[in-house]
C-alpha cells in the first residue's frame, strides 16, 4: 500500500509510523507551503507542558510559495534554541545519549532549505530505528492520488483530530501534565528507543483501520 505525506519536522508519531511501516511513501516534494502546519513546527514535552518548536522561514512576497522553495531563516539562532530544549527536555530520558551524537548535528550544520532538511531528518529517524534503506519517493508534480495510494496529506495536521490515540507510554513530565498523545517521535523514541515499533506498530494498524472509514 502506498502513502502520500507532506513534509514535516520532528513529525508526530502517526507519520512515523506510516514512515516506517508503510510499502511505499511518497513526499509531496511539489504542494505549497502551509502555514501553522507540520511542515516547519514540532510539540514536544516540558517541564512547563507542551513546547512547540518552530523553525523560522523566510517572508516571500508570493501568495503560493513553492515548498522547495521555503528557506530557513538565518536571522535568528533557533538551532541553538532548539537543541537547548532538546537536552533540557531529554537529557535525563533513557535513550537521549544514545541517540545524542546522531541528532546533534542537524543543530549545528547550517540550514538552508526546509524540505531538505526536514528529508535529512525523516533517514535520519529512519535509521535510528535500523531501517536503513526506507522506501521513500519523492513527487514529481503535485499528486492526485491513484487507487490504492492513501493521501495522508491533510488527514495528519495540527488543527485535524488525531486519526489514532497512542496507546501510553512513560513520558518524563506526564506525572505534573498527564499523557500528551500528539507529540513529536523522538519524544517516544528518547523514552523507548528502538522498542518504539511495537507502539508505533499498534498506531499504524489503527490509521489504517481509520482511514478506510474517511
Known amino acids: 500500500m ?13 507519520y512515523m509510523s506510516i514512515l516506517l511501516l508503510g510499502d511505499t511513501v511518497w513526499l509531496e516534494a511539489k504542494e505549497n507551503y502551509q502555514k501553522q502546519s507540520y511542515r516547519n513546527r514540532a510539540m514536544i514535552l516540558s517541564p512547563n507542558g507542551v513546547l512547540v518548536l518552530a523553525v523560522p522561514v523566510c517572508h516571500d512576497t508570493r501568495h503560493n510559495i513553492p515548498i522547495k522553495d521555503v528557506r530557513i531563516s538565518a536571522d535568528h539562532p533557533w538551532q541553538r534554541m532548539h537543541w537547548r530544549s532538546l537536552e533540557s527536555c531529554y537529557r535525563s530520558s533513557p535513550y537521549f545519549e544514545f541517540f545524542e551524537y546522531d541528532i546533534r548535528p542537524f543543530y549545528e550544520k547550517p540550514q538552508k532549505w526546509l524540505f531538505d532538511y526536514n528529508l535529512d ?10 531501517l536503513k534503506n526506507p522506501s521513500i519517493k519523492l513527487t514529481e508534480s ?15 495536521h495540527p488543527k485535524r ?27 517516544l523514541l528518547f523514552n523507548q528507543g528502538r522498542s518504539s515499533l511495537s507502539l ?15
Open 121 to 130: 531528518w525523516l533517514l535520519a529517524l529512519c535509521k535510528m530505528m535500523g
Open 142 to 156: 503535485y499528486h492526485d492520488p491513484v487507487a490504492g495510494m492513501h493521501d495522508m496529506r491533510r488527514l495528519i
Open 161 to 187: 483530530q488525531a486519526l489514532t490515540v497512542p496507546a501510553e507510554y512513560n513520558q518524563l513530565f506526564s506525572p505534573n501534565h498527564g499523557f500528551e498523545p500528539r507529540l513529536s517521535f523522538v519524544d
Open 200 to 214: 508505533l506498530s499498534l498506531a499504524f494498524c489503527e490509521i489504517n483501520s481509520q482511514i478506510k472509514r474517511v
Open 2 to 14: 502506498d502513502y502520500l505525506l507532506s513534509s514535516a519536522y520532528l513529525p508526530n508519531l502517526e
